[in-house]
């Protein structure tokens, strides 16, 4: 009911899966052995990304998107992080809920990697892809991108301002517990 309230008034929910969200699963380097795979449901279906992030938007419709954070494409190296995005996300996507699917997938990007258009529109043609970056400084040339690019400013925590610092809180938060 959350998420109907925001899109109710003009808000769009969008779902940013982080590496925390989703500790517990295996890893995209780790090889694919009995051990490795995830624990089965109650139903007795694999849960695994494949499966749940299709669930999730179909579960929620008020959500407009998902948003991969840079520490979850960090587990992949660029060559096989192509492959992990097209095996994970967006085959799922395109598969579980047909040509319907036009919520967009936002990547987060940085100067070493940037995917092209050859390396996703295989498997995503009908999926939007936008590229998250951070905005460079004006020294620095951005990033020339077949896709559309969402720009983000990033600044460093103010020390006035601690709460600002994820890890700072975190401290903060263990100390007095």
Known sequence: ???????????DCYLWLT????EGWPSPNAPSS???EPPETTGGAEQSLRTVLPALLGSYPELAGVALDSDI??????PERNFWIAENVLSPLAASVGS??????????DRDWQPS???LSVVASDIPIHLLAALPSPAESPIASAYPVLWRVEARPSLLRPWEDP???RATLQRIE
Not at 1 to 11: I, N, P, Y
């Open 1 to 11: 009911s959350l998420f109907q309230m925001a899109h109710d008034r003009g808000l």
């Open 19 to 22: 590496r925390a969200s989703l």
């Open 34 to 36: 009995p051990e490795a």
């Open 73 to 78: 494409l960090a587990l992949a190296a660029p």
């Open 100 to 109: 319907k699917e036009r919520r967009p997938v936002f990547l987060s990007v």
């Open 117 to 119: 258009r050859e390396e």
């Open 167 to 169: 890890s700072g809180v």
